[in-house]
């Protein structure tokens, strides 16, 4: 089977050393196997998505002697989104919640890995139609039906998927046609990826992943979740934060191969490490 490998960035903001690394990552194993390196602009995010900062992670990928096959934008795949969400109510895996952020943070008892986890309170209830509303997993019954499943990741190995400690979790938000969940889940299959490559800041969503390609019927792939580059003070390089954007190196004159060749010794500027369990 050929190795598939996607970027998947989200045009919010620019690009960073972290992006670049993710991207490298994912282009030279599929390059390495012979096989093919997409890229997916990740814009549902309506509000926050600036259309022209696609253009610009092509120029970065590039620049970084990148090479790829670009798939469809998310917002082209809002139907995909909306009747696998609607299958998913209908079998009862989903229902309405209209909770807002400072109710869900006042009922929640503990935090789970995305905050405070949802007590439930909406399910099993009827909601006031006239309100806006999310779609949350019922993550206790999606477990009766999926039973035991495993999934595979190239440095933890065999993990049994187990996304409870999420609760039950947004798949629909309020605002967008779907949460990233969801989206990336339906696209990587849609895409036909077979190897996800993505920081260790994602690991555990893979549990949801898994558990959604069950739900789903959907092909399983394989996972490879890289270490992350961190700042002095050990927090993640974060857009708009603590990382020069690509495209100012890219603007400054910086050598863009030089630079990818340096990502993949680990050869980093003074005040960032690599940082992997
Ligand atoms: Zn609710």
């Known amino acids: 089977m050929e190795t598939i490998t996607r970027f998947a960035p989200s045009p919010n903001g620019h690009l960073h050393l972290g992006h670049a690394l993710s991207a490298i990552i994912a282009h030279d194993l599929a390059r390495d196997a012979g096989g093919t390196f997409l890229l997916r602009i990740e814009d549902i995010d309506g509000a926050r998505s600036r259309p022209e900062l696609a253009d610009e992670f092509r120029r970065d990928l590039e620049w970084l002697g990148l090479e790829w096959f670009e798939v469809p934008m998310q917002s082209t795949r809002i139907e995909s989104y909306q009747s696998a969400a609607e299958e998913l109510l209908e079998r009862g895996l989903l229902y309405r919640c209209t909770c807002t952020r400072s109710e869900i943070q006042a009922a929640s008892q ?8 949802y007590p439930g309170t909406c399910k099993g209830r009827a909601v006031d139609p006239t309100k806006p509303f999310a779609l949350r997993l019922d993550v206790h019954r999606a477990m009766q039906e999926v039973g035991e499943r495993i999934w595979v990741d190239a440095l933890a190995g065999s993990v049994v998927a187990d996304p409870r400690e999420f ?10 046609p779907a949460s990233y969940h969801l989206a990336a889940t339906l696209d990587d299959a849609a895409d036909g990826v077979t190897l996800v490559t993505r920081g260790q800041d994602l690991f555990r969503s893979t549990h949801i992943h898994r558990v959604l390609q069950e739900l789903l019927g959907l092909p ?33 004159g910086e050598d863009g191969l030089l630079l990818a060749e340096q990502l993949r010794l680990r050869n980093l500027p003074s005040g960032i490490s690599y940082w992997s369990v």
């Open 220 to 252: 399983v792939p394989d996972w490879h979740h890289h270490g992350l580059l961190m700042d002095e003070n050990g927090n993640k390089l974060a857009k708009r934060r603590n990382s020069p954007s690509l495209a100012d190196l890219r603007n400054s």
């Open 110 to 117: 503990h935090a789970g890995p995305e905050g405070p986890v």
């Open 167 to 176: 609760g039950d979790i947004v798949i629909v938000r309020k605002e967008e």
